[in-house]
C-alpha cells in the first residue's frame, strides 16, 4: 500500500489503528548497465513486497542521495550532505507530526550514511519516535548469500542485477575489479578508474541466487517492522 494511492482522509484512517511507515531512501547514479534508479528501485521493491505481507504503509522514495562521485556520468543527480541531512530531517518530522511513531527507512545507497548518523539526533529530540534504518546490501543475510556461492557483492555488478533493475544488454562473465588510487577521488578520476561503472565481479548471476537475495533481505525487513 503507497502513500500515492491515498487520500489524507485514507491517511486519517489508517493512523487510527496504525502507526507505521517505511521510508524509501536511494539515489539517482550511474550503475553500469543497470538503471540509474536502481538504489531506489531494490527498495521499493521490497518495500512493497513487505506492505503486501503486513499493510503498512509505503511513502514516496527519496530519488536523490549522495553522489558525487559519479558525477561525470551523464544521468548522475546528486545532493549535498547538507541538502540529504536536512531533507531526511524533515520528512522523518513531518510523518512524526501526523501520528507516524515506527518508522523503517530501507535505504538503497551507501552514500546516504550522514543522514542515518544525524537522524539519531532527531529521534533523540521526539519522544516514543521508534526509528530504524536497513542497507538491505550491507546486511548479514545479503552477506550470507554471497558467502554461500562464492561471489563476492559490489556496485553495479550481480548483487544489484534483478531483472527489474537491467536495462541495457549485460556483459558476459566477470570483471577484474580496477585498482583504486585513494579512497576519495574526483568525478573524472572516477569514471577513468570504473569505466562502465561496474565495481567488478560477476555482472550476473541466476535467477535462483537473486530470489534467494531478495528473499533474504524481505525476511530482514518483516523482522524490523515489528520494531521489538
Known amino acids: 500500500m503507497r502513500l500515492e494511492d491515498l487520500n489524507w482522509m485514507d491517511v486519517e484512517k489508517y493512523l487510527q ?21 536502481t538504489d531506489i528501485k531494490i527498495p521499493l521493491a521490497l518495500a512493497d513486497s513487505a506492505s503486501q505481507a503486513t499493510g503498512v504503509l509505503v511513502a514516496p522514495p527519496l530519488n536523490f542521495g549522495v553522489s558525487p562521485y559519479f558525477l561525470a556520468y551523464p544521468g548522475t543527480i546528486s545532493l549535498r550532505v547538507s541538502t540529504l541531512i536536512a531533507a531526511a530531517e524533515d520528512i522523518v518530522r513531518s510523518a512524526y507530526g501526523h501520528g507516524f511513531r515506527r518508522i523503517l527507512i530501507i535505504n538503497g545507497h551507501g552514500g546516504n550514511s550522514p543522514a542515518r ?15 530504524n534504518w536497513y542497507d538491505w546490501w550491507s546486511s ?35 570483471k577484474t575489479p580496477p585498482k583504486v588510487p585513494s579512497a576519495i577521488v574526483d568525478a573524472k578520476t572516477a569514471r577513468e578508474v570504473y569505466g562502465d561503472g561496474s565495481f567488478g565481479g560477476p555482472y550476473r548471476v541466476g535467477d535462483d541466487i537473486m530470489r534467494e537475495l531478495f528473499d533474504a533481505a524481505l525476511e530482514d525487513i518483516l523482522k524490523l517492522l515489528e520494531f521489538d
Open 140 to 174: 548479514h543475510s545479503a552477506e550470507a548469500v554471497a558467502v554461500k556461492h562464492n561471489i563476492k557483492p559490489a556496485h553495479a555488478n550481480w548483487l544489484e542485477a534483478f531483472q527489474f533493475t537491467v536495462v541495457g544488454d549485460m556483459p558476459e562473465g566477470n
Open 17 to 37: 489503528h496504525e502507526d507505521r511507515l517505511m521510508l524509501i531512501f536511494g539515489s539517482t547514479e550511474q550503475h553500469g548497465y543497470l538503471s540509474l534508479l
Open 117 to 131: 548518523n544525524h537522524l539519531h539526533e532527531v529521534n533523540n529530540s521526539l519522544p516514543d519516535l521508534k526509528l
